[in-house]
């Protein structure tokens, strides 16, 4: 398969129309405003529907309807728009229905700046709603990743009938790399739980929400528990004999990888554990680390320690758990590698 260079946001849009997304509805906002561009004409290419809503509240109740109908529906949006689709996130969850979310995040609570951050970890992986509900989110740090795992995102909503979140960052959607983008998908719309209206004189369902079901307590723990069982997504870096290991996601995770590199050239035991799935959090990777590993060193372009509290959780706080902040900036690979040695003294 030949690779194209792409921009992070477009490679993403054009992977989740070959994983079979009909239908976008959404409104622009930096930094990733490219998705909603790329869209408006390729989705009509293959047949699909494209719709830049009035706002983000409209947008993510039209992706409801969609996932309704049984569509692979998308909807993206970064920092204040981010939250303000919270409240149907939390519908679609409800109704046990397939959907793929992005937030490509950027800098600042409120209206915040179109600066890069990775500060919506806490949003994201919080619940996406309220109530009794969770998303499976997973955390590109490449284009090309994010070309995978949107095309694995459609799959898992609907294995799962769970809506999925691709937590992206500006500086994975800006960048261009090259990719390899998969063949065009054949997609089912005819599912069993998809509302179609009359069908053979009758209705084959009417999607409301599950909670009236019969043990629905025990039913949507037992979903849930076999998510965190079988999705758990990590990739581990020298960590089999590191005296420190980093934990970051994203674009940081990348600038970690440069600071094992030259550590250990410097004769330093540094390693990194990346999380690929943010919910769940890969606690089986914290398993395979050095089980004499001194400390732990989270590395993320936030104002405040966010993916520091699942690290202690995974790590049974058995040894200490430091934390290192970018804020809007890319941390340098020498600044990490001298606060990781301090945590050996």
């Known amino acids: 398969m030949a690779c194209v260079l792409m921009k992070g946001n477009d490679a993403l849009s054009e992977a989740a129309v070959r994983a079979g997304c009909r239908f976008f ?23 699909g529907t494209f719709i830049q809503a009035e706002s983000e509240l ?23 728009g981010f939250s303000l689709l919270q409240e149907g996130i939390s519908y679609i969850t409800s109704a046990e229905l397939p959907a793929v979310f992005v937030d490509v995040q950027r800098y600042g609570s409120g209206l915040g700046d ?12 919080g619940s996406g709603g309220h109530g009794d509900s969770r998303l499976l989110v997973l955390a590109p740090a490449s284009v090309q990743e ?3 795992l949107i095309c694995l995102a459609f799959d898992k909503a609907e294995e799962y009938r769970n809506p999925c979140l691709i937590l992206s960052d500006a500086s994975i959607a800006q960048m261009m790399e090259p990719v390899e983008l998969p063949e065009m998908k054949e997609v089912n719309l005819d599912h069993p739980w998809a509302a179609k209206g009359k069908h053979g004189g009758d209705f084959k369902r009417i999607t409301s929400t599950m909670y009236y079901i019969k043990d629905f307590d025990t039913y949507i723990k037992a979903k849930y528990d076999r998510m965190i069982e079988n999705e758990q997504r990590w990739e581990s870096v020298q960590t089999a004999d590191a005296d420190v290991v980093l934990v970051a996601y994203g674009i940081s995770s990348r600038i970690c990888k440069e600071a094992v590199y030259f550590a250990r050239k410097q004769g330093i035991r540094l390693g990194l554990l990346r999380p690929i ?15 004499d590993v001194k400390a732990y060193l989270t590395v993320e372009m936030s104002a405040l320690p966010q993916i520091e509290r699942d690290v202690k959780i995974a790590c049974g ?5 430091e934390h290192f902040l970018g804020g809007m900036h890319i941390p340098e690979y020498t600044t990490i590698i001298e606060k990781a040695v301090s945590l050996l003294k």
């Open 25 to 47: 509805g959404g409104y622009p906002i930096t930094p990733q405003s490219e998705i909603l561009e790329y869209l408006s004409w390729r989705l009509p290419e293959v047949g």
């Open 58 to 80: 409209a947008g993510i109740n039209m992706v409801y309807g969609a996932a309704a109908a049984g569509m692979r529906a998308l909807t993206t949006s970064s920092g204040p």
């Open 114 to 125: 179109i600066f890069q951050a990775q500060g919506d970890y806490f949003l994201a992986t």
């Open 146 to 148: 994010s070309v995978d």
């Open 277 to 291: 799935s943010l919910f769940p959090f890969p606690v089986k990777g914290f398993a395979e680390v050095n089980p």
């Open 317 to 321: 706080q058995k040894v200490p758990v």
